[in-house]
Nanobody, 114 residues
Framework: VQLQASGGGLVQPGGSLRLSCAAS????????MGWYRQAPGKQRELVAT???????NYADSVQGRFTISRDNAKRTMYLQMNSLKPEDTAVYYC?????????WGKGTQVTVSS
């Protein structure tokens, strides 16, 4: 199983980024997919999830600013991040979950700074 996250970078406060997570080795369409993040000195936390039926769930801190989506044909999940804040700075990880089994990608760094 491989989950390859990309799209991170340095952006100014108020800016936008779009993260992608390309999956292989799993039946992508039946997995719940999610984005998590970990800031320095903090625990990994949920950002957003999307189920196989495209039901979504967001952390309160990103609700209304971030949008999670998936393209089953491309086996890819996305995270559109708008109105970024310095507190969004973290390594962002993609996750695939099915029947209690979790898979993780290596993460992509997002830095929000002026």
């Amino acid at each position: 199983v491989q989950l390859q996250a990309s799209g991170g970078g340095l952006v100014q406060p108020g800016g936008s980024l779009r993260l992608s997570c390309a999956a292989s080795g799993i039946i992508f369409r039946i997995n719940t997919m999610g984005w998590y993040r970990q800031a320095p000195g903090k625990q990994r936390e949920l950002v957003a999830t999307i189920t196989s039926s495209s039901a979504t769930n967001y952390a309160d801190s990103v609700q209304g600013r971030f949008t999670i989506s998936r393209d089953n044909a491309k086996r890819t999940m996305y995270l559109q991040m708008n109105s970024l804040k310095p507190e969004d700075t973290a390594v962002y990880y993609c996750n695939a979950a099915l029947r209690g089994t979790n898979y993780w990608g290596k993460g992509t760094q997002v830095t929000v700074s002026s």
